[in-house]
């Protein structure tokens, strides 16, 4: 019996120290060993047995994890109060020295990442921290990464989540969006005016060209047809008799004298006629002069230096010549000028001129 209990208890015994011997490492994790308070290596993934009475061990986990840093306040360059946080990603590369190098990895990641925050914050101006945001996650995690790599940790990624700047800064931000959007809308619609004015000039140019083409097109249409009824004009009136043309300048002069307006009208026939009294005119003198040197009559019938008057048909257009004399014959060549400027004459078919 008694013999029985002690088999029992042995057996149980060695099943208890072996579950305690055993360990069960994931592929994610290892095992650091210490043994009576040394470390002898690590151990793992897979089964590792392990002396429960003397070994103790610590679990580190390979996998990638990440660290939430909370609000930090920090001053900029510009001295530009704001809020940051920020995420850390991490990575254990040597199992051992995260153990036997840190207490605590988190909590001194953290107070680490807060001092390095500061610092690469106090070098760049406010609108650098609030723009140049890939500048400043690489100065971090650089820099971060430089402490904890004695660690056996790397930093992988440093990502900044917020800035909360002061209300003023704020404030002053809104306006200047604002006025930087009041600047691209007048950019934009001075662009638009500008496209639409030279499509407006465009169109107005080609509507030129395209109204001149029609106009030259039109014009040479009219010169042709005037042409054609010239033509058409010149071959009839080459058939036409001396009665005809007559009438027909009378109809035109009937047609001219219906417009209400002033008309002065010369008849072709009076160049005819005062250029035969202008001859006559011219000849006169010389009569006048042979006849004083031999005592011949005058034109009018009666002795040289006797006066007498040489009368034209009364009309409109009549005129009294003053005897031939020398002043006389003056007169009577002005009178022949004025009458072939036709100025006041309307008509002189009754005018009696000698041969």
């Known amino acids: 019996m008694i013999v029985g209990i002690v088999i029992g208890v042995a057996v149980l015994f060695v099943l208890v120290m072996f579950a305690l011997s055993v360990r069960i490492v994931r592929e994610y994790q290892r095992i650091l060993l210490f043994r009576l308070g040394r470390a002898i290596g690590i151990k793992g993934p897979g089964l590792v047995l392990i002396n429960p009475v003397t070994d103790r061990t610590t679990w580190i986990?390979?996998?990638?994890?990440?660290?939430?840093?909370?609000?930090?306040?920090?001053?900029?360059?510009?001295?530009?109060?704001?809020?940051?946080?920020?995420?850390?990603?991490?990575?254990?590369?040597?199992?051992?020295?995260?153990?036997?190098?840190?207490?605590?990895?988190?909590?001194?990641?953290q107070n680490v990442a807060a001092t390095t925050l500061r610092s690469v914050v106090g070098d760049m101006v406010l609108d650098d921290v609030l723009s140049k945001r890939e500048e400043m996650n690489a100065s971090l995690r650089v820099r971060l990464d430089e402490v904890t790599e004695r660690w056996g940790v790397k930093v992988t990624t440093v990502e900044v989540r917020e800035v909360n700047p002061?209300?003023?800064?704020?404030?002053?931000?809104?306006?200047?969006?604002?006025?930087?959007?009041?600047?691209?809308?007048?950019?934009?619609?001075?662009?638009?005016?500008?496209?639409?004015?030279?499509?407006?000039?465009e169109g107005s140019k080609q509507a030129a060209i395209l109204s001149a083409e029609g106009e030259r097109q039109a014009a040479i249409l009219r010169a042709e047809g005037l042409a054609a009824g010239l033509e058409r004009i010149y071959a009839v009136g080459r058939g036409l008799d001396r009665n005809t043309m007559q009438l027909q300048y009378l109809e035109t002069l009937k047609n001219v004298g219906t417009a209400p307006s002033t008309k002065i009208v010369v008849p072709m026939e009076l160049g005819g006629l005062l250029s035969g009294f202008r001859g006559w005119l011219q000849s006169e003198p010389s009569a006048a002069l042979a006849g004083l040197a031999t005592g011949a009559p005058s034109a009018n019938g009666g002795p040289i230096g006797e006066s007498s008057t040489l009368a034209a048909p009364d009309s409109s257009s009549a005129a009294a010549l003053v005897p031939p004399t020398e002043p006389?014959?003056?007169?009577n060549l002005e009178l022949a000028d004025g009458l072939?400027?036709?100025?006041?004459?309307e008509s002189a078919d009754g005018l009696d001129l000698p041969s």
Do not use: C, W
Request: charge should be negative; hydrophobic fraction near 50%; aromatic fraction near 6%.
């Open 61 to 109: 986990d390979l996998r990638e994890r990440f660290l939430e840093i909370p609000h930090q306040t920090a001053i900029t360059k510009d001295n530009a109060t704001i809020s940051i946080d920020f995420i850390i990603f991490y990575k254990v590369l040597d199992p051992a020295m995260s153990v036997l190098e840190v207490q605590h990895f988190a909590a001194a990641a």
């Open 166 to 201: 002061p209300a003023g800064v704020l404030e002053a931000m809104t306006r200047q969006m604002s006025a930087e959007r009041t600047r691209r809308a007048a950019i934009t619609e001075a662009q638009g005016q500008k496209q639409a004015a030279i499509t407006l000039a």
């Open 328 to 331: 006389a014959l003056s007169a």
């Open 340 to 345: 072939e400027s036709a100025d006041g004459l």
